[in-house]
């Protein structure tokens, strides 16, 4: 009774693998020959370590293999015909060996170990892997290229079996550069090749890839070319590698290195890896080796020093997929989970048995594909035919819960033993059996994908299955399971299985789903926690706004943008959201200000205390802010900042509209659809698409990548488009409001109109919509009527008599009336909040008041001769014709004084002309400083106020339903400040219109071309007039020039007047866009005339001296050339007509002769230059100029109506009078300026193009305008479901179903052919048909129904014929009833041999996998577990668990499975009691053996040496305590059962391995057994006993009866999974029966701390409980003759 030891490194149950450690003297040789290989290793002629990568340096620094230290020669009676070839590199040909050479105990031959090691004698001598092997640095890995299936490369690397997970995970993520799954796939079934049916197969294939792209999942199998791997592997050849998704597919082969057929082809001596490795595929594949998948794309092989030895990768490959399980996914800090393990059966035998049942131990979701034979198809079987029972159970609280209990019926039963000994033969039957069962005791971890006609066979339903039982197995954890559907992104999955109608989820738990989501970018997660429940307001505080943009990816432009600004404005370590806001600023314009530049509570935030808890600095606050904001507040400075640092973020709401936040957001990321989702959800919908596009088209305009910038124009011509669709919306609708909305004032825009945001983005097409032509027509006509024709107004012009008459004016009555009644009402709004103003704050403030001379209520009547007359001299249509005629007079006095008047002498002409161009120059002025004041600063307003109006206004701005008024004076709020450029309106709240300091106004002045030809005409005109007033007769004549050349500049100065005119003013841009293609024709143009000049020169006049004339003469000759000026003259002139001598021609008597040898080679230079510069280079530049104009012209309409605002604007904001005269309307500004009575505007008019609405009024325009945008939108959804190429789609499916159906009836028809006709085609002679589990019950249910009422028709038919008046039982229903009988007889007593062999052949000490641990134990077959049975192969594993090894006082203090055999003689005595430790080591079964000082299990092995998770060596006593009671109906009579009573005993469901069992405990060390079994009942199963004191003295003496009067059913060893060879546990099982049930009804069952519920369970044959429990009971029932 030898046994060989293999030595496992003891875990805790917690710890992760790579924290095992070996135990000390079997860690001693490995280290020892480890230290020996690495020595010997580095002077193997290994090529340099720096000449190797990093992949190669890492892998032969930290990778190890195993190798066989000593050759035992294999003893020659084993089969040796069975054995495959072995291929020695450099000995021999391959496929052939040696007869004579002999094979190792390792299975390599004696060849393979080399003449150094040491050699043992052939036969008996013990050889053990973790003795006789070492590990040694690997010599096989890098990548391999499988010949013949494509070039692609895969990774593999050959690893020690005792490798540390630390550095498999390294070299997987680090090393290969994997990234982190979000679920793992293990897949197990058939080593061996089997069929499957074409459908399953394709469904299979495609749902398995559908489900690994859509999650990023990793796919581990065995990685051979056969059986279930093969399978995989087709899939991703198949599905996988072809796929168009950029997540790449991983599936890993984890193989058993010695199994591996040509393996040599994968090693390298050098040990250098190979890159590539040229790997083949045989066709024949030797036995007990198998080829490696071509379709894997990564290879782990396992190596434990032994060849042709399966199941060595099976240990390794658990720890890996647990260490795997140990990851978490990259799914955020707050919404990541562990990774998630999926099982997926496929076919597969008894190992595929004891992988789902160590799966299901390990509650690991397992699922099955039904279909595809063996053993899946039986654990599909037993699923499918077992009930799922739930039973009520009582917590430790005392609150009744639900526990399903999986209930097999004895048909069923019997039947799942019928098909394991079909599929698997009579061997290990009972194991097999039971697996199946224990397999199945959480139903919840187990998901049957069933794949029939009529089922839910189709390519999404297997994908959906792996998801839905990963699901499953977390159903009570909601939150757990939104993470895994985030994670996957698969939101079907969330829809269906997570938000169903029967569940509710609070929504402040999605905040940090949502979250992660937003970060992630899952939009339609997003969408759905929306509606689902998420509010916006309470979900963004400034905290998680702060964390989307600090959790950007370093590489993509915004986090480069936002770094920039950080650096620039000081911030250390994180982006503050005053960063954001500088940078919308710098993407919009200046004219925008964020409103994270104004409000103190975003703009003082402490970030760094905000995301990390700690404040790094206590932020200082400039300037006049301190002093303002300590006196409005009455508290030191320290301590206002102080509360600024440690404000609750979680005030609701932080954000008065979290969509724009989180839209402004999503748009800098350039996250279109998610920008879209919350651009529909959001406000001001016009106005969010246009921020939107002017936002996209500057970051295309920053980035140097071409195709992000595409992707951004792209983007922004999408949101251009959304907001020109809005906008013509709610114009079709009505075209008031729609106009309204393009003036209204954008509180949450940075205070500006749609009309503005368009133009300062330069969105011509948004310009160019009716709705906005219509409001420029208004503009432009001012109070005049659009009736009036163009003719009509140039006649009032010319003749003003003729205005009263001829002019028609708008009725304005109701709109006065509508305009008056909505500037009292913003004016209440004022009202109302100033009042509450005064409630906070005793200091007096400034209060707007409504005009008394206005009369609200009142309409106006018709309009007078005076405002009339004002009317038209206003109109902006009037101001212009008045400047086109002022400017036309300018022109034609400029050209009378320099054609008639420009003398020595100054004229009157001349004066007014220097006037007039002053005027010019003063409205020039009054442009940019009227710009300058429309862009006013806090600092600069705050300047205007007293201390404690200072005050009064920071307090109120930092309210954000207070309202600052800015302009006290103003009479009413639509004021707006008039400017070129720019139409703004000041905010009453403290916002900004813009942070720019002059020089940034001044660049914004200069855009305007125009005003550059203003400033231009200016200049030139003063230097003009500086050389004419100089007392030099030749400064007079220079003077002349210059003002010559400034008329002509005054000249192109009105072309600017064309841009009103249709067809002229996109000619102008023309002219633009050509002179500048012009510019760049010309830089190539003059490398052609610069190089022919001067070459063409140097010929002509050689050694000329140089000057500037000469330069002059150079570029004279080539340019002239290109307009056909050839001077063949000069080239062609003789003396005497010129001449050589240089004192001649230098003094310009005679020209130059040109050189004799120019005559003939430059018109030849001439010649070739002409052809280039004229016919080549010149229709260049025609063709850019058509391709220009062909650009223009196409959009026409927008660059005119684009140009026509511009005008308008111009014109709008101009003073009435034209020049000169415009001089008056300067001085009066100038004075109003210095009184100050009005700084901003130039009337106290309403402004036609900004306006602001009262609150009830804006509400009411935005709720409109959100209305008809939500219909445009649904409306575009509809729509384009309906197009052709989703009809297409959605008919494609319907097609593919259905052919898919009638391909599944040929199948099934073909298999089982039909009655009274010949099948399709012939099934196979063995093959077995069976139907769905439901229809063939529900068709045998009919049949036997059929077959009754037929036997008993006929017997009645012949009693009524002999007219017997009887009722005897139909004797065929007699028969019936007794074959019935006789077979659920027949299963039970099945099911009862069933439980007693499981009992007799220690079944549950022999589970694979030991419980709490990842220990397998070594597998002991049926026939091997007795030790009087030889099983020389025995090698079993040594496990002693942590808490054990720590000597608690329940375990022994000596550790004797880790000393040596003579050291542990008389440590323990055995077979006796203990003293020394008060331990009763005697068994009740009798004398057990001890062995080399340790004992051994009387019932045989285990497949584990050592105590496992039990105390003491030897017996380790416990009691177990079985009370029952008689179940009794609602009015108190016993339940029978087939002429028996039904028995009920209490049962525990334990918390370790959520099973059943009987309410015992382990025996303290001195504790007699009785007093255990009491104890352990109570503590266990009563709980507390009973909430009323004064019962519990009568329920103890009760109880103590009880148990005083119990039988002793069993004693002897127990069949517990924590048994091990060297420790087991022996019980005595006493039943505490109450027959009346007097005493145990009063009891209250309530789980003890130890156990999670506890309930009555009725005895059944079908119960599934822990450990040998079920023997126990059914020994009950047969005591008390009950029903079992």
Not at 178 to 195: C, D, H, M, Q, R
Request: glycine residues 6%; charged residues 25%; neutral net charge.
């Amino acid at each position: 009774m030898d046994k060989k030891v293999t030595k496992v490194s003891p875990a805790d149950p917690m710890d992760t693998i790579e924290n095992m450690e070996s135990p000390s003297h079997g860690k001693s040789l490995i280290s020892l020959h480890y230290n020996e290989e690495a020595v010997d290793a580095e002077n193997v002629g290994a090529a340099p370590v720096e000449t190797m990568t990093y992949q190669q340096r890492w892998i032969r620094d930290n990778i190890k293999m195993r190798v066989c230290t000593k050759f035992v020669e294999k003893p020659t009676n084993v089969n040796s015909d069975l054995l495959p070839p072995v291929r020695v590199p450099g000995k021999g040909l391959p496929g052939i060996q040696s007869e004579a050479e002999p094979i190792c105990r390792c299975g390599y031959p004696r060849s393979t170990h080399g003449q150094s090691l040491s050699s043992g004698t052939s036969g008996m001598e013990d050889w053990k892997v973790d003795t006789h092997t070492k590990a040694t640095r690997t010599n096989a890995f890098g990548t391999v290229e499988f010949l013949g299936f494509g070039e692609n490369e895969r990774n593999y690397v050959r690893v020690d079996v005792d490798t540390k997970m630390k550095d498999m995970m390294e070299l997987m993520m680090d090393v290969w550069g994997l990234e982190k799954p979000n679920l793992l796939i293990s897949v197990t079934g058939g080593a061996k090749n089997f069929t499957m049916k074409q459908k399953l197969k394709e469904e299979f294939r495609r749902g398995l890839m559908k489900v690994a792209r859509s999650t990023g999942a990793w796919i581990i199998t065995g990685g051979t070319n056969a059986g279930v791997m093969k399978h995989v592997g087709e899939a991703v050849r198949d599905y996988g590698l072809v796929s168009a998704s950029t997540n790449p597919i991983i599936v890993i082969g984890v193989a058993t290195w010695g199994c591996i057929q040509n393996k040599e082809d994968l090693t390298d001596s050098e040990c250098r890896g190979k890159w590539p490795a040229s790997y083949r595929l045989g066709k024949k594949q030797r036995p007990k080796e198998s080829f490696l998948d071509p379709n894997h794309t990564h290879f782990v092989l396992v190596d434990n020093g032994t060849q042709h030895q399966f199941g060595v990768e099976i240990p390794f490959r658990a720890w890996m997929e647990n260490s795997i399980a140990n990851m978490k996914t990259n799914t955020g800090k707050n919404a990541s989970v562990y990774v998630p393990v999926v099982l997926l059966v496929l076919e597969g035998g008894p190992g595929t048995l004891e992988t789902a049942h160590q799966a299901v131990a390990n509650n690991t979701p397992i699922v099955i594909v039904q279909g595809s034979g063996r053993a899946a198809d039986i654990l599909a079987y037993a699923y499918q035919n077992s009930i799922g029972e739930e039973i009520g159970a009582t917590d430790q609280e005392g609150k009744t819960k639900k526990i399903t209990q999986t209930i097999f019926d004895a048909s069923v039963e019997a039947e799942i033993r019928n098909q394991v000994e079909e599929n698997f033969g009579k061997k290990n039957l009972v194991r097999h059996c039971e697996m199946v069962k224990e397999t199945l005791k959480n139903r919840d971890l187990v998901t049957v994908f069933e794949f029939s006609i009529g089922g839910r066979g189709s390519s999404k339903d297997i994908d959906r299955a792996i998801l839905q039982a990963l699901l499953r197995a977390n159903k009570d954890q909601i939150f757990d399971q939104l993470k895994l559907a985030l994670a996957w992104n698969r939101i079907d999955i969330a829809k269906s299985e997570i938000f169903t109608d029967d569940r509710f989820i609070q929504p402040s738990m999605l905040f940090e789903i949502m979250q992660s989501a937003l970060i992630l970018n899952r939009v339609t997660f997003v969408e759905l926690l929306m509606d689902n429940g998420v509010n916006l307001k309470d979900f963004l505080t400034k905290k998680r706004l702060l964390k989307l943009y600090n959790h950007i990816n370093k590489n993509i432009q915004l986090y480069q943008l936002l770094d920039k600004i950080r650096r620039k404005n000081g911030n250390e370590k994180y982006i503050s959201l005053v960063d954001v806001g500088c940078l919308i600023q710098d993407l919009i314009g200046d004219f925008y200000t964020p409103w994270y530049l104004i409000d103190p509570k975003v703009r003082d935030l402490d970030v760094e205390y905000l995301l990390d808890g700690v404040s790094a600095k206590c932020m200082g606050m400039p300037g006049i802010k301190k002093g303002i904001l300590s006196m409005a507040t009455g508290q030191k400075q320290e301590t206002v900042e102080n509360e600024l640092l440690t404000s609750d973020e979680f005030q609701v709401p932080d954000f008065d509209n979290p969509f724009q936040e989180l839209f402004l957001w999503a748009v800098l990321l350039n996250r279109q659809e998610m920008a879209k989702i919350l651009w529909k959800g959001g406000k001001d919908a016009t106005a969010a698409a246009l921020v939107a596009s002017g936002m996209l088209n500057s970051l295309s305009r920053q980035t140097d990548d071409t195709e992000l910038a595409k992707k951004l124009k792209e983007n922004s011509q999408e949101f251009s488009n959304l907001a020109i669709a809005v906008l013509n919306e709610c114009y079709d609708v009505e075209e008031k409001k729609a106009q309204n909305l393009l003036i209204r004032e954008l509180e949450h825009w940075g205070a500006a109109t749609c009309v503005l945001l368009a133009v300062e983005s330069n969105n011509k097409k948004f310009i160019s919509q009716t709705a906005c032509q219509t409001l420029l027509n208004n503009v432009w006509m001012g109070n005049l009527s659009l009736d009036n024709q163009l003719l009509q107004l140039l006649l009032c012009v010319f003749i003003p008599p003729l205005i009263l008459p001829v002019i028609k004016f708008k009725d304005n009555s109701d709109q006065d009336g509508v305009e008056n009644l909505e500037r009292k009402g913003v004016l209440r709004d004022k009202k109302r909040k100033l009042e509450k103003q005064k409630t906070l704050s005793s200091i007096p403030v400034k209060e707007e008041k409504e005009d008394p001379q206005v009369d609200y209520e009142s309409k106006p009547s018709n309009l007078s001769f005076w405002k009339k007359l004002y009317y038209f001299y206003t109109a902006p249509v009037i101001i212009f014709a008045h400047n086109v005629l002022s400017y036309v007079i300018f022109l034609g006095l400029y050209s009378y004084i320099l054609l008639v008047k420009f003398n020595k002498d100054v004229s009157n002409e001349e004066i007014i002309l220097i006037i007039w161009v002053f005027s010019i120059f003063a409205e020039e002025v009054r442009q940019v400083t009227d710009h300058t004041f429309s862009n006013w600063t806090p600092c600069s307003l705050l300047s205007q106020y007293s201390i404690y109006e200072r005050i009064t206004i920071y307090r109120t701005s930092t309210n954000q339903n207070a309202s600052l008024i800015i302009n006290p004076s103003a009479s009413n709020n639509t004021q707006s400040f008039r400017g070129k450029n720019h139409s703004f309106h000041p905010p009453q709240k403290m916002q900004s219109s813009s942070t720019k300091n002059f020089n940034t106004k001044l660049q914004s002045y200069i855009t305007d071309p125009w005003n550059i030809v203003d400033v231009a005409t200016i200049f030139i005109f003063v230097m003009g007039i500086v050389l004419r007033f100089l007392p030099f007769d030749s400064t007079l004549e220079a003077a002349r020039c210059v003002m010559a050349l400034n008329l002509v500049i005054f000249f192109f100065r009105i072309l600017h007047i064309f841009s009103v005119h249709k067809q002229l003013g996109p000619k102008l841009v023309m002219i633009g866009r050509m002179l500048k293609d012009l510019l760049y024709f010309i830089i190539i143009l003059m490398v052609f005339v610069v190089s022919y000049s001067i070459a063409a020169y140097s010929v002509m006049y050689p050694n000329s001296e140089l000057s500037i004339v000469l330069v002059y003469n150079v570029m004279r000759l080539g340019y002239w050339n290109l307009y056909g000026e050839l001077f063949l003259e000069d080239i062609e002139r003789e003396e005497p007509d010129c001449s050589f001598d240089d004192s001649v021609y230098s003094n310009g008597s005679l020209p130059r002769c040109p050189s004799a040898v120019s005559r003939y080679a430059v018109p030849i230079l001439m010649g070739f230059y002409v052809l280039f510069c004229n016919i080549l280079l010149l229709n260049l530049l025609i063709a850019m100029f058509s391709n220009t104009y062909q650009i223009v012209q196409e959009n026409t309409d927008q660059y005119w109506c684009f140009q026509r605002y511009r005008l308008i604007y111009e014109y709008y904001t101009r003073p009435t009078l034209a020049p000169p005269l415009i001089l008056i309307s300067h001085m009066a500004l100038f004075i109003r300026w210095i009184f100050g009575k009005c700084s901003f505007c130039l009337s106290s008019q309403p402004s036609d193009l900004i306006k602001r609405f009262s609150s009830d009024k804006a509400r009411e325009l935005v709720q409109w305008e959100n209305m008809i945008a939500d219909a445009f939108m649904n409306r575009l959804e509809l729509e384009e479901k309906k197009n052709i190429e989703n009809r297409v789609i959605n008919t494609q499916e319907s097609i593919h179903e259905l052919f898919f159906k009638l391909d599944e009836l040929q199948d099934l028809q073909a298999t089982s052919g039909s009655s009274g006709q010949a099948p399709i085609s012939k099934a196979p002679v063995n093959q077995v048909v069976r139907m769905p589990p439901q229809m063939d019950k529900r068709l045998l249910a009919l049949e036997e129904q059929m077959q009754q009422s037929t036997v008993a028709l006929n017997w009645i038919m012949k009693i009524l014929q002999e007219q017997e008046k009887n009722t005897r039982v139909a004797p065929m229903l007699e028969d019936k009833r007794e074959n019935e009988k006789q077979k659920k007889e027949k299963d039970k007593a099945l099911v009862k041999n069933t439980v007693e062999e499981r009992k007799r052949l220690n079944y549950k000490a022999r589970l694979p996998c030991y419980p709490q641990s990842l220990i397998n134990r070594f597998p002991v077959p049926d026939h091997k577990v007795s030790w009087e049975i030889p099983f020389p192969e025995y090698d079993p594993v040594i496990y002693e668990a942590p808490e054990v090894k720590e000597h608690p006082y329940w375990a022994d203090t000596i550790d004797l499975i880790f000393m040596k055999p003579e050291e542990r003689i008389g440590k323990i005595k055995f077979n006796e009691y203990d003293d020394l430790n008060k331990v009763n080591r005697k068994s009740y079964v009798g004398t057990y053996q001890v062995q080399d000082g340790l004992p051994l299990n009387p019932t045989g092995r285990t497949g584990l040496i050592g105590r496992g998770l039990l105390g003491r060596y030897g017996p380790n006593h416990c009691g177990d305590p079985i009370v029952t009671r008689w179940k009794r109906d609602d009015i108190g009579n016993v339940v029978m059962k087939e002429g028996k009573k039904v028995l009920e005993f209490v049962a525990i469901f334990r918390k370790d391995n959520k099973l059943w069992s009987i309410p015992g405990g382990m025996c303290e060390p001195g504790q007699k057994v009785s007093q255990c079994l009491k104890a352990e009942f109570t503590e266990e199963a009563l709980g507390s006993l009973v909430e009323d004191s004064n019962m519990e003295e009568k329920i103890k003496s009760d109880l103590k009866i009880m148990m005083e009067e119990g039988e002793e059913i069993y004693k002897g060893i127990c069949d517990d999974p924590r048994n091990t060879d060297n420790s087991w546990l022996e019980t005595v099982v006493f039943n505490y029966h109450d027959d009346t049930g007097k005493v145990l009804h009063p009891f209250l069952l309530r789980a003890g701390e130890t156990v999670e519920a506890a309930s009555w369970l009725e005895v059944s044959s079908s119960l599934m409980l822990h450990s040998s429990h079920l023997y126990y009971v059914q020994l009950v029932a047969e005591k008390l003759n009950a029903f079992f």
